[in-house]
T-cell receptor, first 113, second 115 residues
Framework: GDSVTQMEGPVTLSEEAFLTINCTYT??????LFWYVQYPGEGLQLLLK?????DKGSNKGFEATYRKETTSFHLEKGSVQVSDSAVYFC????????????FGIGTKLQVIP | EAGVTQFPSHSVIEKGQTVTLRCDPI?????LYWYRRVMGKEIKFLLH????????ESGMPNNRFLAERTGGTYSTLKVQPAELEDSGVYFC?????????????FGSGTQLSVL
């Protein structure tokens, strides 16, 4: 079945540091890939997505590229801010899977001033 | 526009008791989903409603869990009787359609603790 593997964290970075959160997946066919973010006390929000190989999703300075050859979708940001502190979930949805999303374990990011 | 609302935000119950979680989706969203995150593990799909019908309930863990969506508006998820392993965060989500370009809107979750 489908699965998503991501680093568990927590990850602690200083403000303005470079962020990478690794994500790899297993799925049949060509899934759509997502990064969701959960800020403290809030629900999950879609951060970015990519629907086909070599697509790059980007939002709020975050980027991730759909790499079919390595089955990866790593999240990056060049300079993190304290306000980026949250839990980040890598996820996928297989074709025809309605909105049945498969999530990774979530990576907690803490950015310190 | 109001988002997806879940109630209660926290619930602490004893093993063997019954708990009912409620989800109010965004108005007009026919699709409603329940997900669960057990501590330290992935968020797992539980089930999917299209209006009042269960489209997919393959993720429901066992028959102690009962989900309903009478009238195709709000949904409830009842756990009876609750067990320790049911503790976790229960998320509800809704969407208007089901294509890949349809955005999925999540509520802030109900933290359930079974003691």
């Amino acid at each position: 079945g489908d699965s998503v593997t991501q680093m568990e964290g927590p990850v602690t970075l200083s403000e303005e540091a470079f962020l990478t959160i690794n994500c790899t997946y297993t799925a049949t066919g060509y899934p759509s890939l997502f990064w969701y973010v959960q800020y403290p006390g809030e629900g999950l929000q879609l951060l970015l997505k990519a629907t086909k190989a070599d697509d790059k999703g980007s939002n709020k300075g975050f980027e991730a590229t759909y790499r079919k050859e390595t089955t990866s979708f790593h999240l990056e940001k060049g300079s993190v801010q304290v306000s980026d502190s949250a839990v980040y979930f890598c996820a996928l949805r297989s074709p025809g899977g309605y909105q049945k999303v498969t999530f990774g374990i979530g990576t907690k990011l803490q950015v310190i001033p | 526009e109001a988002g997806v609302t879940q109630f209660p935000s926290h619930s602490v119950i004893e093993k063997g008791q019954t708990v009912t979680l409620r989800c109010d989706p965004i108005s007009g969203h026919d699709n409603l989903y329940w997900y669960r995150r057990v501590m330290g593990k992935e968020i797992k799909f539980l089930l999917h409603f299209v209006k009042e019908s269960k489209q997919d309930e393959s993720g429901m863990p066992n028959n102690r869990f009962l989900a309903e969506r009478t009238g195709g508006t709000y949904s409830t998820l009842k756990v009876q009787p609750a067990e320790l392993e049911d503790s976790g965060v229960y998320f509800c989500a809704s969407s208007q359609g089901t294509t890949v370009n349809e955005k999925l809107f999540f509520g802030s979750g109900t933290q359930l603790s079974v003691l």
